[in-house]
Structures are given as structure tokens and as C-alpha cells.
């Protein structure tokens, strides 16, 4: 097991490295002011059975779980990914062990509806970026507990130090998210979350087999501006008697903006919702460079995007929108939710900010629409829709190479879709400005008090007043069909089936 | 002052009137997010263009038609400077078919009927002239070519163009399956009587025995054997062309799609509610759905639904009706499909709406204008309870399942039975009434003869 635990922050928080006590098996200090960042790797042969079996038939498996909470994220933790559990899979070739995969989600993050990788997930582009997963699955999820739960009984309990493990793993129950990434090249998993700016009082253990090297660091002015600059000091407790400065630089492809957006439902939303995104700015991130404004919805199957109306020029313009780029395939246009074995869908929007001068706060509109979803008693079922994730996507000058930085994050579910050379400025997303008083603000609407999700009321069958559709419909049914019968055999009764004229030949006839 | 109603006025108004539209609506579609073009349209335009492409019309999703329909729109993706016009080739095509079938419906009133132009034109002007007919196929929505394929149809069986009529009854069914239902009342009304008058064919059996084979030989006359063979001809060649060039789709799309189906959105059927109700309660591909313990129907009569549907419109209509007479036969027998039907939309309406003008003449909705008024008011009233329901459903969001659509379909539904049973009794009457019928006693039982 390695544990990397580092601190990002404020140049004017920065560590007295004189406050850290660091003695063989232990680091601490108090009135650590910063972010967190725990990545926790496991060998194979530390793993329990069942997640051992799992992994085994798996080519490259990386979890993304984002809460709910707003967060500010900082240098070089900026990359957005919409709140909830995200899974990107790529099965081993040649291995038809994929059936246990959803089971074992199950078990580590709870009650999902996932039936298999090839019923519930989606597949993703592959051909243009090898590197991106295979297929992409999500589910809302507001809460670690099982997660952290299973943490505990699985990985906590065999272990020598638990007192150490809990407190870990009881620390993810505020983490702002939660990576979990496996590949079989590297034949390790990785854990890793992330917490905002706060202040931190620590006594980091360890033992002779398990290395942690703990990094405090600041950011720093980069000399470039696709760089990140980091100074401060790296501790690997048990090696080294003191922290060790440093001061390092590095391309990164996810960059902060200093613009901010909302995300809402217009009401009323109907059977056709349009999602509304206020967004702070409509200055480009980089001068010079190009770069157009993208929205990344990840939309679970009960609502979802018609492709075909994305490609008249005046409707995009209407809704300042400039293209839709990607969309999940085999998008259902008519199916109801409870018929649909996929997760739902991911698109990718390019938005068309207005092109004025000053920096002006402006609105782009996502038409949506909603399936059928199952009957419910009371006549309506709640909808939980994540925040999208918007970002600026510049490309990058001729000549920059991006090689994996320590800090960044891959598999986010839309880097994939853009060339090796761009550079994502991301804007942070905020909970509407609700104007319902707090009290109510959990109980109606789109707000989602101060969540990054947006709630949809949907209008389903009430299966309180249904009881009697069968036999009333039947009922109505058959007696219009009766009132046909009936007037059928009044004229038959009085002329039989034939015609007019039949009768004139007969006579003729006789 | 000479009459507004001779061919040249109507056929000219008609043909303004789609023109007119079809420029009102290229000149929304330039101007305008929201498009006059039917969303149906563009998936008939990029089947086409897929075709042109050598793939499959399938590809684009939600293309349940022939491949017919898209080969047909080909020139909409004509490229260079005309190619905007190019586009609405297929909303001139849809509105020719509209005129067509006006010409089909004054020459089978004025040559069949016997009425004088200035009357035949008046009742043909409920097609050509109605607004609704106009902006549909305008609008891009191919119906009205399944309207001129139906007129077509009768033209040619009331002139006894046996061939033509086995062609387009077979093709029909192919486009859109429903003109099979055509099929028992054409046969039913081509019997000797009409044959001979027609003097075509010779009629069979001077005594060539009796009992059940003997009345079966007397019933498959020459007409009736060479309509069945050529529409199944037609139908099954058709059939198997598109299934040889587009394969398992192209009988998903365009058939089994329509029988197997059960989970429509909200439209004016009485069965909708029904539908949803049980679609929701046997399906559940998600296992842990939360609902899935819905109270389930556990006597699916919606499976039934087709006997009612097809008894009425296949068999007891046409038997009983198709040989007094054909044209307002088949308006009973579309009109009775449509109703008792398990989707319906306002598009199916074009379905009966074009043999309003064989039925009307003699219809008692017009002779007595209080019946027929009132009929008019509560198929408005009710459709527009239902639509209104629907708006604060698909709108408003509110849930209006029940009672509010279900009871007003059923409401539309009872009004359409109710008129279903007024065509039925005029079309008893319209032969009955004659002094000789009451002496016609051959086909009646003798209980029932006073």
C-alpha cells in the first residue's frame, strides 16, 4: 500500500515547515490551512476476493463520484465532473467475466440500477482516443456511506493500524469527490479524494510497509500559461528526519476561469424541460487563442436529448447554442423510462456566447424531453438531473506537449472527446440563487437547496386513481361496440346484407 | 352568375390554397425557430438522403415506413442552387396527391353516382378545400398520399379496373397496412351482379350444383380471384424486395413495430391509459425500479383490443354494408379501425376524412342539420377536452393520466362509436328505403319476414 497525501495552499497559508513534527512513523501539525488530496494505492494481493475476481476481468476500470455540496476546487485540483457516480469501463479482452461488475458496484456504493456492463452501459467513442474507456455508466448517488462502510469492513479490518483506517476512511464522508482508477498495466487500484480550503489538525501514522509521503504545497506563478507552478515541501515519513523543499512546474491540461454558471429547470418544465444555464461571462479564458465554450450534460434515462433538433442553425442560435458535438448512441426518442435498459445519456454542447465587448452575464438553453416514467401513487415522480459541467476548450500552441501530470485527472467522461492538444478552463458551477425561502427550498422545485442537482417534478399515472382504468375502459369500450352491433343488426334485420339492386335483378329474374 | 363551384375555381383554389401554404411555410422555416415543416418530414428527408448513401432508411431513428416512402423522396436531397427547392419536392408531391385524390373523388361521384358536377365538386371540396388537409400535407406529412392510394383504390374497383385496383390495394397495405381492411369489402361488393353489369367478365355456374362448394366455386368469380391474386402479388413482392435489399429492419420497422408495441405516449386512443398502465407493470428492465410493485393488471385485455377493431372493420362492415354501398362502406370501415385502434392521432382523421364526401350526400347528418350539428359540436367538444388535458400534461406538467385524458378519450370514443352507428344505420337506410328492398327476401331470414 502508498499513500500520497498532499495539502494545496494559499501562498499567504503556506507551512512553516518548523510547525511540522515528523518523527519515524508519524506527521503532524495544527492549523493547517488548505485543500486535501489522500490517493491511497493497493497492490492486487491486498484486495479482497470479490473485488480481486472483478478486477481481474477488467482492462481499465475508473470510478468518478462527485458530491452534491458545491466545492471550490483549486490549483491543480480544478477539473469538473457532474455530481453523482460516474463509472468508466473497459472490459479485458477475451473475458466474459464482465457479469460481475454491477453486482460489485452494488455491494461497494449500494442499491443502483445496474444489470450488466452490456445492458446498462453506454459505449463511448473509442477510435479516436485509445486511451478513453470503453463504456460509461452513471447512477445519482448523494452519499459514501456504503462506500465507506465497505472501506471499513474490507479494507480497515485486516489491516494492523485500524484506528488509523477509520479515521481515513470516515474523512471521505465530507470528501468534494472520490476517484477510484484501476488499469491492468499498472495492476494496482488507486483511491483517491479530495477535499476543499479548510484547516487541518494532523497526526498521520504509518507503518514500516505501507509508504506515505505527505506534500504541502503552494501555488506558484507558472512561467507559462498552459503551466502550474507548485512550491513547498514533500515528506516520506519513515525515510526522511525533515520536509524536503521543492518547487516544480508542469503542463496541465485543467485550468480555473474566473466565471461561474447556474443550472435550472424553466418552469413550468412539462413533458419538455428546458434546462437554463446563466452563465457569469462570456470573455474567452486565453487571448489569442481558439476557444469555444462547451456544456458536458450527463442525463440520466428519464430525461433525455432529441439529436435531430440540434441541427437547424436558427433553433441553436434561438437557444445560444452553436452545435451539439457528441451524444451517447442508440438514444430512444419515444421509449419510456421503465423500458430503457441504459443508464440514459451524455452529450456534449458547444454554447455560442454573445459576442460583445465587455464581459456580460448571458443564457443558454438546453431543450430536453422526458420519457414515461413508471406509475406512482400521488401522480408524480421525482427527477434528480446533475449539474452539466462547463469549460472553455482552448487549444493549446503548436509544440506543447501534455505528458500526465501527478495532479491530473483522466476519464472524466468528455476529455476524450477533444484532441490531445486542448486545454480546459473550467467554470465553477452554483447552486441557484434560489429566491424560495430556505425552509421550502428542499421541498420544491429545481433549486435542490444549494445542491449541484436539479430536481423535476415528472406527472405520471397516480396508481391510487388507476384502479379502475382496466375495467372502465373495457367497460366503454365494449358498449360502443355494442351501439355498433346493434344498429349493424337493425339493418340487417330490415335488409339483410345485400345490395338494392340485387333485389330489382331478382325479380327480373322471376 | 356562374357557379364557384366548376372545376376550374375549385381545383384552382385548392391548388392556391397548398401553394400559398407551402410559401408561408418555407418563409417560417427561414425566419423562425419553430418550424412549419413536420418533424416527420425530416425523418422521411434523411431516410431519403441515408438512401442516396447507399445505407439503410432505418438508420434514422424513428423511420417506421416503407422504404418506398424515402426512395420516393430522393430529389429532396438534390444538391447545387435549386436545393432548397429541391427540399419541399416532397410537401409538392404530398400535396399533388391531395389533388389527385380530389380529381379520384369527383369522377367516382359524377360517373358512379351519378351526380352533376357543381354537386359532386361541393362534397369534393370537403377534401380539397379543408384546411386541415392542406396544412398537413404542406407540412410534409405523408398521409395524404395514402389518401389518393385509397381513393385510387375504390376509382378503380367502381370502374371495374380489376388489375389497377388489385395493384393499389397491394401496394396500400404494403405502405401502411391498414387498406387491408378494404380488401373483405371490395371482395364482398365484386359479385356477379356487379361483374356482369360491368360486362367483363362472364358469370360462372349455370347450376354448376349447390351446397358449400358450389355456393364457394359461385363466389370466387374471375374479378375476385384476379384482385386477390394480383394484391397479394403486389404485397408480397413488395414485401419481399424491401426485406431482400434492407433485411430483418426493414419487417421490424415497418410491421411488427406497429402490432408489437404497447408503450405509446398519450394520444386520443381509449386504450392509451390502458396501455401505459400495463406496458409499465410487465416491463421493468430496471430491477430495482421503484414502483414496479404497481398494482398490475392481471387480464391485459388490452391484447384483446384487436377483436372488436378487427371484427367491425374487416368483417361485420363490409359484410353487411359494402354492397349497398362501397365508398361509404369503406368510410365506416376506416372510421371504425381508427376508433377502436390502439394509437390514434390526429393524422389518422385524413384517413376517413377523404371518403367524407361519398358518405355525406346521403348522410342523415345532413338532412337533418340539428343531428348533424350537434354531432360536429360533441367531436369537437370532446377532442378539445382531451387536448386541453393534454396541454397541462405535456405543458404544465400536471398529472391529468387520470381521470382527466383517460375519461376524455373514452369521451371521444363514445362520441366516434355514437357516429360510428349513425353512418351505419344511413348506410342500411340509403337501400332500404327503396320500396323494392322490402320484397327482397333471398338473404333474409325467414324469421324476420314479415
Known sequence: MRQRITFIQQPQDSVDPKSLKVTKNDISTTGLK?????????????????LYRVLKATHELHIRWVSESPYESIVPFVSRVSPGLHVFYTPQRNSNNSSLLCPALKKVFGEIDCISPEKSFTTLPIERFSHSSATQYYTPLPYLNTFIHYLINKLCAPSKDTTACLSRAELLHSASYLDIDFDTISHALSITGFWPAQTWSLSLPTTSSNRLEVGMLSIQTPQAPEELSLGGFLTVVGEDASPSPTLFSFPARHHPTSQSFTSTFLVPSGLHPTLQLRISGSAKPVDGAACALHAHLTLPKAVFADKYQFSDSLFLASKNLSALHYISPDVDLEAPAYTVPHWGSSLLLELSPPSVKEDVEWTAEVPLHLRYLAPSEGGTQEVHIPSPVLFWACTAEEGSKFTVNPFERVDLGYEGLFGPRTMFYHLDPEPEASTIPAAERDMHGSGGGGRLVNTLEVPVLDSQKSAYVELGTAAVVMAGFAWVCWCLWRVWRRGGYGRTRVAVMEKKKQ | ??????????????ILLRTTLLFYGLWQDAHSPLKYTDIDYNVFTSAASLITHHASPYDRATYRYTPLLAWLLVPTTFT???????????????????????????????????????????????????????????????????????????????????????????????????????????????????????????????????????????????????????????????????????????????????????????????????????????????????????????????????????????????????????????????????????????????????????????????????????????????????????????????????????????????????????????????????????????????????
Not at chain 2, 1 to 14: D, G, Q
Not at chain 2, 380 to 390: H, N, R, V, Y
Not at chain 2, 424 to 433: A, E, H, K, L
Open chain 2, 80 to 450: 447545387g442552387t435549386w436545393s432548397l427547392w429541391w427540399f419541399s419536392f416532397g410537401k409538392v408531391l404530398f400535396a399533388t396527391g391531395d389533388i389527385v385524390a380530389g380529381w379520384l373523388i369527383v369522377l367516382v361521384l359524377t360517373r358512379h353516382r351519378g351526380m352533376a358536377m357543381g354537386r359532386a365538386l361541393r362534397f369534393a371540396s370537403i377534401w380539397l378545400l379543408n384546411p386541415m388537409v392542406a396544412t398537413i400535407s404542406t407540412r410534409g406529412s405523408s398521409e395524404g398520399l395514402l389518401g389518393v392510394l385509397v381513393v385510387a383504390l375504390l376509382w378503380a374497383v367502381m370502374g371495374k379496373r380489376i388489375v389497377t385496383a388489385g395493384f393499389l390495394l397491394g401496394l396500400g397495405v404494403h405502405f401502411k397496412i391498414y387498406p387491408f381492411i378494404y380488401a373483405t369489402s371490395v371482395v364482398w361488393w365484386l359479385d356477379d351482379d356487379v361483374v356482369e353489369e360491368g360486362g367483363k367478365e362472364k358469370g360462372k355456374g349455370d347450376g354448376e350444383g349447390s351446397g358449400v362448394f358450389g355456393t364457394l366455386w359461385r363466389f370466387c368469380n374471375g374479378a375476385r380471384v384476379k384482385l386477390a391474386v394480383i394484391s397479394l402479388l403486389t404485397f408480397m413482392g413488395l414485401n419481399g424486395l424491401m426485406s431482400s435489399i434492407y433485411g430483418w429492419p426493414f419487417l421490424q420497422h415497418t410491421y411488427l413495430h406497429h402490432v408489437t408495441r404497447i408503450d405509446h405516449r398519450h394520444n386520443f386512443s381509449p386504450y392509451n391509459t390502458l396501455l401505459y398502465l400495463s406496458s409499465s407493470s410487465t416491463s421493468t428492465p430496471g430491477s430495482s425500479s421503484p414502483s414496479s410493485s404497481s398494482p398490475s393488471s392481471s387480464l391485459h385485455l388490452e391484447s384483446l383490443a384487436f377483436i372488436p377493431q378487427l371484427f367491425l372493420s374487416a368483417f361485420a362492415l363490409p359484410l353487411m354494408l359494402a354492397k349497398k354501398d362501397l365508398p361509404s362502406t369503406m368510410l365506416a370501415q376506416t372510421f371504425a379501425f381508427v376508433t377502436f385502434n390502439k394509437v390514434c392521432t390526429s393524422q389518422y382523421f385524413l384517413w376517413y376524412m377523404v371518403f367524407l364526401p361519398f358518405y355525406l350526400p346521403t348522410s342523415s347528418l345532413l338532412a337533418h342539420p340539428k343531428l348533424g350539428l350537434s354531432a360536429a359540436a360533441l367531436w369537437i367538444a370532446t377532442q378539445g377536452l382531451w387536448l386541453q388535458q393534454a396541454f397541462q400534461l405535456e405543458f404544465l406538467g400536471l398529472s391529468t393520466f387520470v381521470p382527466g385524458l383517460w375519461v376524455s378519450s373514452l369521451l371521444f370514443f363514445l362520441t366516434n362509436a355514437w357516429l360510428l352507428g349513425v353512418i351505419v344505420s344511413d348506410i342500411g337506410s340509403t337501400s332500404t328505403s327503396s320500396p323494392v328492398s322490402e320484397s327482397m327476401s333471398k338473404s333474409k331470414p325467414k324469421v324476420l319476414v314479415k
Open chain 1, 34 to 50: 488548505g485543500a486535501r488530496e489522500d490517493r491511497v494505492t493497493f497492490g492486487f494481493e491486498e484486495l479482497p476476493q470479490e
Open chain 2, 1 to 14: 352568375m356562374p357557379s364557384f363551384f366548376s372545376p376550374l375555381p375549385v381545383f384552382t383554389s385548392a
